[in-house]
């Protein structure tokens, strides 16, 4: 079951829990949703990792450097993953990473919307630059939060492929996570660290909020009927809400 006809069938399929596992069985809209998904994804990694790039330097230590190396690493590899499994349709994986400058950042107070920029699929968080390392521990921090609910959420999803490929980055992304949420900690331990991390967590806070999507998405009701989406915006948004402000109160810094 290939063709466009057989697409009805295919989402009672999928409906009930069912998986697909290469090309050669992937309908003509599930690809097009699919290939959608995976460029957000891997596009979000590479600018995630090419914008990250820059705290290296600015780490304050040896410790805070290697950190920071390894997260620019592993994204970069983790988007490299996806994109194999893009090339199994005819992605062209060396074009594609030509394909835009992933270091590029907009304006810091100009408001980027949500929707994808042209051809380019990171999420809107992505676009805004960074400024400075504690800037760049807590957007890693409080994304990396939102990464962990997000990738949960992929790790159920009907293409089979991809499932497999999250499940095998996702424990390397919660450290990420992990490793912003310690660089934050040590920040915090100095008055003028505190305040620098507060006034970030106020900048980025609301910024990888938006990357959960609108509320009564007509998007997430087209991707649940193909087994690529399963839980709303909304609770996925609560659920990273209830963990970050749990994090951060802990922190004091909230």
């Given at each position: 079951?290939?063709?466009?006809?057989?697409?009805?069938?295919?989402?009672?399929?999928?409906?009930?829990?069912?998986?697909?596992?290469?090309?050669?069985?992937?309908?003509?809209?599930?690809?097009?949703?699919?290939?959608?998904?995976?460029?957000?994804?891997?596009?979000?990694?590479?600018?995630?990792?090419?914008?990250?790039?820059?705290?290296?330097?600015?780490?304050?230590?040896?410790?805070?450097?290697?950190?920071?190396?390894?997260?620019?690493?592993?994204?970069?590899?983790?988007?490299e993953k996806v994109l194999d499994l893009m090339s199994d349709f005819g992605t062209?994986?060396?074009?594609?990473?030509?394909?835009?400058?992933?270091?590029?950042?907009?304006?810091?107070?100009?408001?980027?919307?949500?929707?994808?920029?042209?051809?380019?699929?990171?999420?809107?968080?992505?676009?805004?630059?960074?400024?400075?390392?504690?800037?760049?521990?807590?957007?890693?921090?409080?994304?990396?939060?939102?990464?962990?609910?997000?990738?949960?959420?992929?790790?159920?999803?009907?293409?089979?492929?991809?499932?497999?490929?999250?499940?095998?980055?996702?424990?390397?992304?919660?450290?990420?996570?992990?490793l912003g949420l310690e660089g934050l900690e040590r920040l915090a331990e100095g008055?003028?660290?505190?305040?620098?991390?507060?006034?970030?967590?106020?900048?980025?806070?609301?910024?990888?909020?938006?990357?959960?999507?609108?509320?009564?998405?007509?998007?997430?009701?087209?991707?649940?009927?193909?087994?690529?989406?399963?839980?709303t915006n909304e609770d996925l948004l609560a659920r990273w809400k209830a963990d970050?402000?749990?994090?951060?109160?802990?922190?004091?810094?909230?």
């Open positions: 079951m290939t063709n466009e006809s057989d697409t009805m069938s295919i989402e009672d399929y999928l409906a009930k829990g069912g998986k697909l596992s290469s090309p050669e069985n992937v309908p003509v809209r599930y690809r097009a949703e699919l290939m959608r998904l995976m460029s957000s994804f891997v596009d979000s990694e590479l600018a995630g990792s090419a914008g990250f790039a820059d705290a290296i330097n600015q780490a304050p230590g040896i410790r805070e450097r290697i950190a920071a190396s390894r997260i620019v690493l592993e994204k970069a590899a983790h988007a062209d994986k060396a074009k594609y990473n030509q394909s835009h400058d992933w270091s590029a950042r907009g304006p810091r107070d100009t408001h980027v919307d949500t929707r994808r920029q042209g051809g380019d699929m990171r999420l809107s968080v992505f676009h805004y630059p960074l400024s400075g390392w504690a800037d760049a521990c807590v957007m890693n921090a409080l994304m990396g939060m939102a990464t962990v609910v997000q990738m949960d959420e992929m790790t159920g999803v009907s293409y089979a492929p991809l499932a497999d490929v999250i499940r095998e980055i996702a424990p390397v992304e919660k450290r990420h996570m992990e008055d003028e660290g505190r305040a620098a991390v507060k006034e970030a967590v106020a900048y980025w806070y609301p910024r990888v909020a938006e990357t959960f999507g609108a509320a009564g998405s007509d998007r997430y009701d087209r991707l649940a009927k193909l087994g690529l989406r399963h839980t970050a402000d749990a994090r951060l109160a802990e922190l004091k810094l909230a």
